[in-house]
Protein backbone atom coordinates (compact mmCIF):
# COMPACT_ATOMS: atom_id res chain seq x y z
CA UNK A 1 0.00 0.00 0.00
CA UNK A 2 1.23 3.55 -0.60
CA UNK A 3 -0.37 7.28 -0.88
CA UNK A 4 0.35 8.97 -4.15
CA UNK A 5 -0.78 12.32 -2.71
CA UNK A 6 -2.55 14.12 0.47
CA UNK A 7 -5.82 13.12 -1.76
CA UNK A 8 -5.52 9.57 -2.85
CA UNK A 9 -4.07 6.04 -1.40
CA UNK A 10 -3.68 3.30 -3.70
CA UNK A 11 -3.73 -0.41 -2.15
CA UNK A 12 -2.20 -2.87 -4.82
CA UNK A 13 -1.09 -6.18 -4.51
CA UNK A 14 1.92 -5.55 -7.43
CA UNK A 15 5.29 -6.02 -7.02
CA UNK A 16 8.09 -2.82 -6.96
CA UNK A 17 8.03 -3.06 -11.65
CA UNK A 18 4.26 -2.43 -10.93
CA UNK A 19 5.11 0.24 -8.17
CA UNK A 20 7.52 2.25 -10.37
CA UNK A 21 4.57 2.15 -13.42
CA UNK A 22 2.41 4.13 -10.55
CA UNK A 23 4.80 6.37 -10.11
CA UNK A 24 5.74 7.26 -13.44
CA UNK A 25 1.53 7.73 -13.93
CA UNK A 26 2.02 9.88 -10.97
CA UNK A 27 4.41 12.14 -12.33
CA UNK A 28 2.36 12.00 -16.25
CA UNK A 29 -1.37 13.74 -14.54
CA UNK A 30 -0.14 16.43 -12.93
CA UNK A 31 2.54 18.90 -12.62
CA UNK A 32 5.14 17.84 -10.00
CA UNK A 33 7.66 21.55 -10.72
CA UNK A 34 4.79 23.95 -9.04
CA UNK A 35 5.35 24.03 -5.28
CA UNK A 36 2.61 23.73 -3.39
CA UNK A 37 0.27 24.55 -6.73
CA UNK A 38 -2.03 22.64 -9.00
CA UNK A 39 -2.93 24.98 -11.47
CA UNK A 40 -5.55 27.28 -10.17
CA UNK A 41 -5.53 25.72 -6.85
CA UNK A 42 -2.61 27.19 -4.11
CA UNK A 43 -1.40 26.26 -0.78
CA UNK A 44 0.37 23.26 0.99
CA UNK A 45 -2.70 20.76 0.94
CA UNK A 46 -1.87 21.14 -3.09
CA UNK A 47 1.42 20.24 -2.82
CA UNK A 48 3.19 17.14 -5.23
CA UNK A 49 4.24 14.58 -2.79
CA UNK A 50 5.22 10.38 -2.79
CA UNK A 51 4.41 9.19 0.77
CA UNK A 52 6.39 5.37 0.72
CA UNK A 53 5.76 2.57 3.04
CA UNK A 54 9.41 1.47 3.24
CA UNK A 55 12.97 1.97 1.41
CA UNK A 56 12.34 0.02 -1.50
CA UNK A 57 9.78 2.32 -2.38
CA UNK A 58 11.40 5.09 -1.23
CA UNK A 59 14.71 4.56 -3.52
CA UNK A 60 12.01 3.78 -6.57
CA UNK A 61 10.40 6.52 -6.32
CA UNK A 62 13.73 8.84 -6.12
CA UNK A 63 14.80 6.98 -8.98
CA UNK A 64 11.85 8.00 -11.01
CA UNK A 65 11.69 11.47 -10.16
CA UNK A 66 15.76 11.77 -10.94
CA UNK A 67 14.97 10.57 -13.99
CA UNK A 68 12.22 12.96 -14.80
CA UNK A 69 14.05 15.60 -13.73
CA UNK A 70 17.11 14.86 -16.48
CA UNK A 71 14.16 14.64 -18.69
CA UNK A 72 13.71 18.32 -17.76
CA UNK A 73 17.06 19.49 -17.99
CA UNK A 74 17.88 17.10 -21.03
CA UNK A 75 14.73 19.56 -22.92
CA UNK A 76 13.15 16.23 -23.60
CA UNK A 77 9.47 16.99 -21.65
CA UNK A 78 8.17 20.51 -21.95
CA UNK A 79 4.81 19.91 -20.27
CA UNK A 80 5.12 21.46 -17.34
CA UNK A 81 5.25 25.09 -15.97
CA UNK A 82 8.70 25.06 -14.65
CA UNK A 83 11.90 23.01 -14.77
CA UNK A 84 12.63 21.78 -11.46
CA UNK A 85 10.32 18.78 -9.99
CA UNK A 86 9.34 19.90 -6.52
CA UNK A 87 7.74 16.95 -5.75
CA UNK A 88 8.46 15.47 -2.11
CA UNK A 89 9.26 11.97 -1.25
CA UNK A 90 8.55 10.87 2.19
CA UNK A 91 7.95 8.32 4.42
CA UNK A 92 4.25 7.53 4.93
CA UNK A 93 2.48 8.00 8.16
CA UNK A 94 -0.89 8.14 8.89
CA UNK A 95 -3.21 8.42 6.02
CA UNK A 96 -6.39 10.73 6.57
CA UNK A 97 -8.93 10.80 3.86
CA UNK A 98 -10.30 14.41 2.57
CA UNK A 99 -13.80 15.17 4.00
CA UNK A 100 -16.94 14.03 2.77
CA UNK A 101 -17.23 17.37 0.23
CA UNK A 102 -14.45 16.52 -1.21
CA UNK A 103 -14.91 13.01 -2.11
CA UNK A 104 -15.57 11.53 -5.81
CA UNK A 105 -15.84 16.15 -6.32
CA UNK A 106 -16.33 15.66 -10.15
CA UNK A 107 -18.80 13.11 -9.85
CA UNK A 108 -20.37 15.42 -7.49
CA UNK A 109 -19.93 18.43 -9.30
CA UNK A 110 -19.05 17.57 -13.23
CA UNK A 111 -18.74 21.44 -14.72
CA UNK A 112 -16.31 21.54 -11.75
CA UNK A 113 -12.33 22.67 -12.21
CA UNK A 114 -9.87 20.03 -12.39
CA UNK A 115 -6.35 20.68 -13.52
CA UNK A 116 -5.17 16.88 -13.51
CA UNK A 117 -4.99 15.00 -16.96
CA UNK A 118 -1.95 12.88 -18.99
CA UNK A 119 0.46 15.34 -19.62
CA UNK A 120 2.96 13.13 -21.86
CA UNK A 121 1.86 9.36 -22.71
CA UNK A 122 4.84 7.66 -23.03
CA UNK A 123 7.86 8.00 -20.49
CA UNK A 124 10.94 9.29 -22.85
CA UNK A 125 14.15 7.75 -23.09
CA UNK A 126 16.31 9.39 -20.09
CA UNK A 127 19.84 9.18 -22.82
Known amino acids: MFSLFQVCEVEFSGGN ?3 E ?3 RFFF ?3 DPTTANRQGNDEGTQYASV ?5 D ?9 KDELQTLLHNKKLNC ?14 IFYPA ?3 HQAYLEKNPKGYCNHRIRFAEWPDVL
Open 28 to 30: QFH
Open 21 to 23: KLV
Open 80 to 93: FQNEAVTTAIIKST
Open 56 to 64: LQLKIANKV
Open 17 to 19: EIY
Open 99 to 101: HEE
Open 50 to 54: IYCYD
